[in-house]
């Protein structure tokens, strides 16, 4: 060990009694939090989960020990107790963007991209500013629609032979023309049906930039299908 994480070590000693001691004079005090961080440093996370409970029955809104218990668990993979102090963090305190993301982190091992969408759009209403947060949600909305045309393939498939969703084309008779959906935006382009699928984005977008967005993927699709029928590759 060199002298410089001796002297850490020693550091961390010292502010450990001195947290313990604030606490034994006052076991209501808030310095818990402190101690629990001091613990953590050490390596002594046992001790810190012990601290932090004990704290937490007596400063239950406590934010800064809440989301430290629940930082312990998530790196511990305890999911469910992971869960439920940050949950409690954000009903706290709804802008903190760091339990926003790990709320939203676990959401997303479960699968449930819906929630890890909604926690996160929640964060940004106060971090607007945050590019890297807008594209998580997008990363998580792209995602979510992969799933839902994934789903829309699987309704649409015959059981006799299996065809994809690519191989059938959609009964314009059976829809309700006043019903657009991203599903079927997608489900018009990915079928080439590209003047079916402006129509879908102009009726779902009331927001024009996501409307010009949505119009620039469905040019971009066409332009590389007429690419490949060419003979030319443009992700090569």
Not at 17 to 24: T, V
Not at 33 to 52: E, F, H, P, T, W
Not at 77 to 82: D, T, V
Not at 213 to 218: F, Q
Request: proline share 2%; net charge negative; aromatic share 8%.
């Amino acid at each position: 060990m060199c002298h410089k994480e001796h002297e850490e070590d020693n550091e961390l000693m010292v502010l450990e009694q001195k947290y313990e001691e604030i606490l034994s004079a006052e076991p209501k005090s808030n310095a818990f939090c402190q101690l629990a961080d001091v613990l953590c440093k050490q390596g002594k996370v046992d001790k810190a989960i012990g601290v932090l409970i004990r704290g937490l029955g007596h400063n239950k809104n406590n934010v800064t020990a809440r989301f430290l218990l629940g930082k312990i668990y998530y790196d511990r993979w305890l999911i469910e107790q992971a869960k439920k102090e940050m949950e409690r963090v954000l009903e706290l305190t709804p802008d903190n963007l760091q339990a926003a993301r790990l709320l939203s982190q676990i959401y997303k091992s479960e699968d449930r991209f819906s929630r890890a969408l909604e926690t996160l759009e929640g964060a940004y209403v106060f971090h607007t500013d945050d590019n890297d947060l807008v594209c998580e949600i997008n990363e998580i909305k792209d995602v979510i629609s992969q799933n839902e045309l994934e789903l829309s393939g699987r309704a649409f498939e015959t059981p006799i032979e299996s065809r994809k969703v690519n191989e059938i084309k959609i009964d314009d008779s059976a829809i309700n023309s006043e019903v657009y959906t991203e599903t079927m935006f997608n489900l018009y382009m990915k079928q080439g049906e590209y003047d079916k699928a402006r129509e879908v984005a102009d009726n779902i977008y009331s927001d024009e930039a996501q409307r010009n967005s949505a119009i620039e993927k469905l040019e971009k699709t066409k332009l590389n299908k007429m690419n490949r029928s060419a003979g030319f590759n443009p992700e090569g």
